[in-house]
């Protein structure tokens, strides 16, 4: 359930005697065999469904980008969890498509491209990692934040609402009244800024690209507002960590594309190149995406 008194979500009519009722919004992704009716085994035999409480407000606004807001936004997780907290809540950081059509559809690819991320690669780990083009080992971290889900609102009736228009382009873009969906992710900091960072800093920024190409995932518009530092290690509490020792994602994959679905969605839109063309034409994007990195990040050439 969504509480939002300040309507950041943009439902209709989201009152009761004059006060905002809670939004009711459904898990999309990921999906778990709970759902299905599958084993359950795992994670215990409650068959109800786990309803958390996520509570908006525009006032805990802390980042916008060119499709979606960002929110800071407290949520009480559903029994069995629960959180080592004064408040009993966690913390998440909350993303809703502005009112376009195709800003719904970037959080909608964003959503897919998240769901489709090894686990491992929002793990915390200790030691390090030898990263071809780096020239020395770079922290074992993860690449991206952890992704907590991708929910979709349901109207009065039920229906779950998955709005999107496929043949709209950013250039002419529609307005639409469609309620946002949400995008629940872990807050990962503020966006770096490679000049005041050591070699070794900007090195290890560096890795998580390459980490992600080596993945075969093009994150889409790589520039370094779309990195995000905060102190570290995050492996041990928060009163010892620093900004000396800092933790870094890559965030924003509204126009990421996995080669996994790379060219089904090619053909999909009318485009029927050979096997080999999709391949070079995927590899060339992670090869200009990995010569963006190297300028937004002032990574020399002949330094790897």
């Not at 690669?121 to 992704?147: L, S, T």
Request: hydrophobic share 30%.
């Amino acid at each position: 359930m969504v509480h939002d008194p300040d309507n950041a979500t943009n439902q209709p009519k989201n009152t009761k005697d004059g006060e905002a009722k809670p939004i009711k919004y459904i898990r999309h992704y990921p999906t778990f065999k709970r759902d299905d009716g599958g084993d359950t085994s795992a994670e215990g035999t409650s068959t109800e469904p786990r309803v958390a409480q996520l509570y908006l407000s525009k006032a805990n606004r802390f980042g916008a980008g060119n499709h979606s807001y960002v929110y800071r936004a407290p949520l009480t997780l559903p029994e069995p969890l629960s959180a080592h907290s004064p408040t009993g809540q966690v913390t998440v950081a909350a993303k809703l498509s502005y009112a376009r059509c195709t800003a719904h559809n970037l959080l909608r690819n964003e959503a897919r491209v998240y769901n489709s991320f090894p686990k491992n690669i929002q793990e915390e780990y200790c030691g390090y990692n030898i990263v071809p083009q780096c020239r020395f080992p770079v922290p074992a971290a993860p690449i991206v934040p952890k992704f907590f889900g991708y929910y979709l609102p349901v109207d009065g009736r039920g229906n779950v609402l998955d709005n999107h228009h496929d043949k709209c382009s950013e250039r002419e873009p529609c307005s639409v009244s469609w309620p946002s969906p949400i995008l629940l992710m872990e807050e990962c900091g503020n966006p770096v800024e490679p000049s005041q960072f050591t070699l070794e800093q900007r090195t290890e920024c560096f890795s998580l690209i390459l980490r992600l190409h080596y993945l075969e995932i093009v994150q889409g518009s790589f520039y370094v507002r779309n990195i995000m530092m905060q102190p570290g290690p995050l492996t041990v509490p928060p009163e010892k960590r620093s900004s000396d020792t800092p933790s870094f994602r890559i965030i924003d994959f509204g126009r990421g594309e996995s080669w996994d679905w790379y060219a089904k969605d090619t053909r999909k839109n009318g485009r029927y190149n050979s096997p080999e063309t999709l391949r070079s034409d995927f590899m060339a994007s992670i090869g200009d995406e990995l010569a963006r990195a190297r300028n937004e990040l002032l990574i020399e050439d002949f330094g790897f």
